[in-house]
């Protein structure tokens, strides 16, 4: 695994050894980022569920101000942290649930990345404590990557885009209203 592009590019991450963690797949990361390349840059990211943090680095690499990542298996924090000291950025690596985190956080973030174990039925209710905790800023987007067999149509938020890549799908969404830059 490697990061594709920006400051840390051809970096090499740690090989993910755990058979529970399931990373973003190359395609897929370069696709989200491709996606968003001209909005990262500057801006505060949260990386819920962040496995071997892959993604929260490559918005680090791209430009982004800072990445918060959250995890709830010390194995992924290690595998984080260990990313982290490879391509030598320093960031907060929280080692907690989704939800507790997402409670007690009063920080508003431009890009929310959420990666659950698939399956999991941990999407609505964290769109729901993003929303309801005004977590996401007003012009924010919140990218859900999921299998084709799971929705992600809250109500709460609005989904501007999805695209397929194999049975995965990143869902786009932003608050209702929100109007293209």
């Known amino acids: ?5 920006g400051k840390f590019k051809g970096r090499r991450l740690v090989e993910n050894k755990y058979p529970h963690i399931r990373p973003t797949t190359d395609k897929v990361r370069q696709a989200l980022f491709v996606k968003l390349q ?5 801006k505060s990211v949260l990386d819920l569920f962040c496995g071997t943090g892959a993604l929260g680095i490559e918005a680090l690499s791209r430009g982004a101000e800072k990445v918060t990542m959250v995890d709830k298996d010390f194995r992924s924090v290690l595998l ?3 990313n982290l000291r490879l391509v030598g950025a320093m960031q907060k690596v929280v080692k907690c649930d989704a939800l507790v985190f997402l409670e007690k956080c ?3 973030f431009d890009l929310i ?6 399956r999991s039925g941990l999407y609505e209710p964290v769109l729901e404590k993003i929303f309801n905790k005004n977590l996401l800023a007003d012009e924010g987007i919140i990218v859900c990557e999921h299998l084709m067999e799971e ?3 809250d109500g709460l938020f609005e ?4 695209k397929k890549y194999g049975d995965t799908i990143l869902t786009y969404l ?3 209203g929100q109007i293209d830059a």
Not at 113 to 118: F, T
Request: aromatic share 12%; net charge negative.
């Open 159 to 162: 989904v501007f885009d999805e």
């Open 151 to 153: 929705k992600i149509d």
């Open 113 to 118: 990345l959420i990666d659950p174990p698939y």
């Open 38 to 42: 001209f909005f990262v840059e500057g």
């Open 80 to 82: 984080t942290k260990e």
């Open 1 to 5: 695994m490697r990061i594709d592009a």
């Open 106 to 108: 009063n920080e508003q």
């Open 174 to 176: 932003r608050h209702k």
